[in-house]
Nanobody
Framework: QVQLVESGGGLVQPGESLVLSCAGSGIDFRFAVVGWHRQAPGKQREFVARITGAGSTGYPDSMKGRFTISTDSAKNTVYLQIHSLNAEDTGVYYC?????????WGQGTQVTVDT
C-alpha cells in the first residue's frame, strides 16, 4: 500500500523559511514523479513544484525563485523549501506521486504565515 506522509508545516512569521518533507512508503521515488501542490483557503489547489527520479525539477513561473524541491533517495523523501514566506503562502501543502498510470496523494500539512 502506497502512503505519502507530509510533515514540517506549522505557524511561521513572514520572511521566514520552511522545509516540508514528503516521506513515501510502498513506492520508490527513484521511479516516480513527485510533486508539491498547495491549496489556500477558499482557492483551488495549485501546482508548486515537481521532481523526477532523475532529479529534474519543474516549477510554474509563479513559483520560481522562492521554492526549491529536492529529494533524498536513501530516505525516499522529497523536500520543499520555501523562502521569504508571506501570507499568500498560507494553505495546505500536499505531496503527490505519479508512478506509471497511478497517482497518489498525501493528507497534507498546514502552513500558516502570520505574525
Amino acid at each position: 500500500q502506497v502512503q505519502l506522509v507530509e510533515s514540517g508545516g506549522g505557524l511561521v512569521q513572514p520572511g521566514e523559511s520552511l522545509v516540508l518533507s514528503c516521506a513515501g512508503s510502498g513506492i520508490d521515488f527513484r521511479f516516480a514523479v513527485v510533486g508539491w501542490h498547495r491549496q489556500a483557503p477558499g482557492k483551488q489547489r495549485e501546482f508548486v513544484a515537481r521532481i523526477t527520479g532523475a532529479g529534474s525539477t519543474g516549477y510554474p513561473d509563479s513559483m520560481k525563485g522562492r521554492f526549491t524541491i529536492s529529494t533524498d533517495s536513501a530516505k525516499n523523501t522529497v523536500y520543499l523549501q520555501i523562502h521569504s514566506l508571506n501570507a499568500e503562502d498560507t494553505g495546505v501543502y500536499y505531496c503527490e506521486a505519479s508512478y506509471g498510470p497511478d497517482e497518489y496523494w498525501g493528507q497534507g500539512t498546514q502552513v500558516t504565515v502570520d505574525t
